[in-house]
């Protein structure tokens, strides 16, 4: 299976552990204890390579072995000093090695607190690793240890021994990976392929002891999960696929240190997941500056397949909560709900759900992003929507539809009595609503001239097609209607947002081969 990426966001990306990525967190460690590189954690948590070559042992230093042996491993030994943010389970490792050449192939690790390399407490260190999560080479190292916020710790990094470091293995990559304990919700959304039954969603729920429970939802099945995340962060359960006699089982591997990570493996094949971002817990010290109404449209014009818009609306509460509902382009319409989510990386709020439909015959996925500080425009999002296509003969989008869409949209306030909802259409009210033919759907495009009143009125010019649209002024959807010449009725929805900070007004008109696009501007 192939992950599918949500462009602009990194909500749905394939893992691709333990290979380094470009840029590291913090420092190559160094020669000395004294002068040991600060660990800041930021994105990512490990440093760059660190060359051993002309590395020495200190006087007072010892073996970095955790069996103090032999005698020659403190000979190249590299340090870091590391203040804890929080407590938690703390791992140190050397895991993240590249598969490029020169770099140590067996390594030892040990962490100290204490304030001088002849004069430390050792608490532990490791060797062969037994922990083999990602399949690493075994003669690397890891350590895990319970961390308390505010203390210094040291760690230290050597070759196994004098022969482990050579002028084509000398180099290590130090990675420490935190699970605080704390009470945390995260979330991500994953598409293994644009199939009704390939889209889906881990929640999980973390108490402060790193007790855990939440659901895993896939296509249409929900498989349900509780356990302890280990000492090493890592977490793992495995399910028997639903309704599937025969299926592989579905192997859920969840990295629930830093931003987070989640693997699942069917078989030889698998996906992953980038980050599972936090919920955002909002305190009168952190207050939520994004409570209101929102509306979004869902922009098919990029897809010849979609035909309409779809659309958004919903609500933030100063929780961070968030309940609406979305109208796909092909006009299915869901409630949904969902929260504000950490996005550390861009300084923005992201907020994602995913819905199984008509019986699992189709399935939506989406993430959003907005800004912080309750800026007006949704600076970016993404809808993934798949429609089966029937088995039953049906005509109505009779070749399915698999498409990943944007979504653009803003706040929306409830306007004052006599003006127009988001300055819409101002200064004289004018505008056109265009209808346009996609798929052979109506016999040619065509436009309608109309005016929206200071209260928010639709009078249209010409009532030849007895056209019709009606603005809820509270949420800003927009409901309505048009018949063509030989009698057919169809009906309108759309959604009135700001897109780029300009107001615009986009929906579809409903279609009896697939729905086509509308929209009314100046």
């Given at each position: 299976?192939?992950?599918?990426?949500?462009?602009?966001?990194?909500?749905?990306?394939?893992?691709?552990?333990?290979?380094?990525?470009?840029?590291?967190?913090?420092?190559?460690?160094?020669?000395?204890?004294?002068?040991?590189?600060?660990?800041?954690?930021?994105?990512?948590?490990?440093?760059?390579?660190?060359?051993?070559?002309?590395?020495?042992?200190?006087?007072?230093?010892?073996?970095?072995?955790?069996?103090?042996?032999?005698?020659?491993?403190?000979?190249?030994?590299?340090?870091w000093k590391w203040v804890a943010t929080d407590d938690g389970y703390c791992t140190v490792d050397t895991f993240r090695n590249p598969s490029a050449a020169n770099f140590v192939k067996d390594t030892v690790i040990s962490v100290y607190t204490g304030n001088a390399v002849n004069n430390l407490i050792r608490l532990g260190g490791n060797d062969d690793?037994?922990?083999?999560?990602?399949?690493?080479?075994?003669?690397?190292?890891?350590?895990?240890?319970?961390?308390?916020?505010?203390?210094?710790?040291?760690?230290?990094?050597?070759?196994?021994?004098?022969?482990?470091?050579?002028?084509?293995?000398?180099k290590v990559v130090l990675q420490l990976r935190l699970l605080p304990l704390r009470k945390v919700t995260r979330m991500g959304i994953f598409a293994t392929a644009l199939q009704s039954n390939a889209l889906g969603q881990i929640t999980l729920n973390m108490t402060p002891t790193g007790a855990l429970s939440g659901k895993l939802l896939y296509g249409?099945?929900?498989?349900?999960?509780?356990?302890?995340?280990?000492?090493?962060?890592?977490?793992?359960?495995?399910?028997?696929?639903?309704?599937?006699?025969?299926?592989?089982?579905?192997?859920?591997?969840?990295?629930?240190?830093?931003?987070?990570?989640?693997?699942?493996?069917?078989?030889?094949?698998?996906?992953?997941?980038?980050?599972?971002?936090?919920?955002?817990?909002?305190?009168?010290?952190?207050?939520?500056?994004?409570?209101?109404?929102?509306?979004?449209?869902?922009?098919?014009?990029?897809?010849?397949?979609?035909?309409?818009?779809?659309?958004?609306?919903?609500?933030?509460?100063?929780?961070?909560?968030?309940?609406?509902?979305?109208?796909?382009?092909?006009?299915?319409?869901?409630?949904?709900?969902?929260?504000?989510?950490?996005?550390?990386?861009?300084?923005?709020?992201?907020?994602?759900?995913?819905?199984?439909?008509?019986?699992?015959?189709?399935?939506?996925?989406?993430?959003?992003?907005?800004?912080e500080d309750g800026s007006t425009d949704l600076i970016a999002g993404n809808v993934l929507y798949v429609r089966t296509a029937p088995t039953n003969g049906a005509i109505f989008y009779p070749q399915g539809l698999a498409a990943q869409l944007p979504m653009k949209g803003s706040t929306y306030t409830k306007p004052a009595a006599g003006t127009r909802?988001?300055?819409?259409?101002?200064?004289?009210?004018?505008?056109?609503?265009?209808?346009?033919?996609?798929?052979?759907?109506?016999?040619?495009?065509?436009?309608?001239?109309?005016?929206?009143?200071?209260?928010?009125?639709?009078?249209?010019?010409?009532?030849?097609?007895?056209?019709?649209?009606?603005?809820?002024?509270?949420?800003?959807?927009?409901?309505?209607?048009?018949?063509?010449?030989?009698?057919?009725?169809?009906?309108?929805?759309?959604?009135?947002?700001?897109?780029?900070?300009?107001?615009?007004?986009?929906?579809?008109?409903?279609?009896?081969?697939?729905?086509?696009?509308?929209?009314?501007?100046?």
């Amino acid at each position: 299976m192939k992950s599918i990426l949500l462009t602009r966001l990194t909500l749905l990306l394939g893992l691709a552990l333990p290979i380094i990525s470009a840029h590291a967190a913090f420092d190559a460690g160094s020669n000395s204890f004294a002068g040991a590189s600060e660990i800041l954690i930021g994105s990512d948590n490990f440093s760059a390579a660190t060359d051993l070559t002309a590395f020495t042992a200190e006087p007072g230093e010892d073996s970095h072995h955790p069996l103090a042996a032999p005698a020659d491993t403190a000979i190249k030994s590299a340090w870091w000093k590391w203040v804890a943010t929080d407590d938690g389970y703390c791992t140190v490792d050397t895991f993240r090695n590249p598969s490029a050449a020169n770099f140590v192939k067996d390594t030892v690790i040990s962490v100290y607190t204490g304030n001088a390399v002849n004069n430390l407490i050792r608490l532990g260190g490791n060797d062969d690793h037994s922990y083999n999560a990602f399949k690493v080479d075994n003669a690397l190292s890891s350590y895990s240890f319970y961390a308390v916020k505010g203390n210094t710790y040291h760690i230290a990094v050597d070759g196994f021994s004098a022969g482990s470091i050579t002028p084509t293995s000398n180099k290590v990559v130090l990675q420490l990976r935190l699970l605080p304990l704390r009470k945390v919700t995260r979330m991500g959304i994953f598409a293994t392929a644009l199939q009704s039954n390939a889209l889906g969603q881990i929640t999980l729920n973390m108490t402060p002891t790193g007790a855990l429970s939440g659901k895993l939802l896939y296509g249409s099945k929900t498989y349900a999960f509780a356990g302890v995340f280990g000492v090493n962060g890592y977490y793992q359960a495995t399910f028997a696929q639903k309704g599937v006699p025969g299926a592989l089982p579905i192997t859920m591997l969840i990295d629930g240190t830093g931003d987070g990570l989640a693997q699942l493996t069917l078989g030889a094949s698998g996906i992953g997941l980038s980050n599972l971002p936090e919920q955002v817990l909002f305190t009168p010290q952190n207050l939520n500056t994004t409570t209101g109404t929102y509306t979004a449209y869902i922009d098919g014009s990029g897809d010849p397949m979609v035909g309409g818009d779809g659309s958004f609306a919903f609500t933030i509460k100063t929780t961070g909560a968030i309940t609406g509902t979305i109208t796909a382009p092909d006009g299915i319409s869901t409630p949904f709900s969902a929260a504000l989510l950490k996005n550390p990386a861009s300084g923005k709020y992201n907020f994602l759900a995913y819905k199984s439909l008509a019986a699992g015959k189709s399935a939506l996925a989406f993430v959003g992003e907005v800004e912080e500080d309750g800026s007006t425009d949704l600076i970016a999002g993404n809808v993934l929507y798949v429609r089966t296509a029937p088995t039953n003969g049906a005509i109505f989008y009779p070749q399915g539809l698999a498409a990943q869409l944007p979504m653009k949209g803003s706040t929306y306030t409830k306007p004052a009595a006599g003006t127009r909802a988001l300055g819409f259409l101002n200064p004289n009210g004018t505008g056109t609503l265009s209808v346009t033919n996609s798929g052979g759907e109506l016999a040619g495009s065509f436009m309608e001239g109309l005016t929206l009143s200071t209260a928010n009125k639709f009078t249209f010019n010409s009532l030849v097609r007895k056209p019709s649209l009606v603005l809820n002024i509270t949420t800003g959807v927009v409901t309505g209607s048009i018949t063509e010449p030989a009698g057919k009725k169809r009906t309108i929805k759309g959604v009135l947002t700001r897109d780029a900070g300009v107001p615009v007004l986009r929906g579809y008109v409903s279609g009896f081969t697939r729905n086509i696009a509308m929209k009314v501007a100046p």
